[in-house]
Nanobody, 114 residues
Framework: QVQLVESGGGLVQAGGSLRLSCAAS????????MGWYRQAPGKQRELVAQ???????EYADSVKGRFTISRDIVKNTMYLQMNNMKPEDTAVYSC????????WGQGTQVTVSS
């Protein structure tokens, strides 16, 4: 199975930017869709953004206009560019791929200070 590994999390001040990466151990073309979830302490898991094999994208209302999801099929990597970040973006971000089977990354912590 193709495994996914996130990187790029960390601490950033409000208004700042981070870029998360989700590197796959094999071709990401096997996935019909890939995306990012996040979960903050005491809150339900939230779908942040998703991109399909046909490059259709969708975003949570809370991140529209600030976050951008993209894929590099040559590098087998998915990205989440996060701009104008807010303290409420603080969460563990996990990437996933859905297709014949689902794969999940281990998660990366993102903390936005006010």
């Amino acid at each position: 199975q193709v495994q996914l590994v996130e990187s790029g999390g960390g601490l950033v001040q409000a208004g700042g930017s981070l870029r998360l990466s989700c590197a796959a151990s094999g071709s990401i073309f096997i996935f019909n869709a890939m995306g990012w979830y996040r979960q903050a302490p005491g809150k339900q898991r939230e779908l942040v953004a998703q991109v399909t094999r046909g490059d259709s994208t969708e975003y949570a209302d809370s991140v529209k206009g600030r976050f951008t999801i993209s894929r590099d099929i040559v590098k087998n990597t998915m990205y989440l560019q996060m701009n104008n970040m807010k303290p409420e973006d603080t969460a563990v971000y996990s990437c996933y791929g859905k297709g014949w089977y689902d794969s999940w990354g281990q998660g990366t912590q993102v903390t936005v200070s006010s």
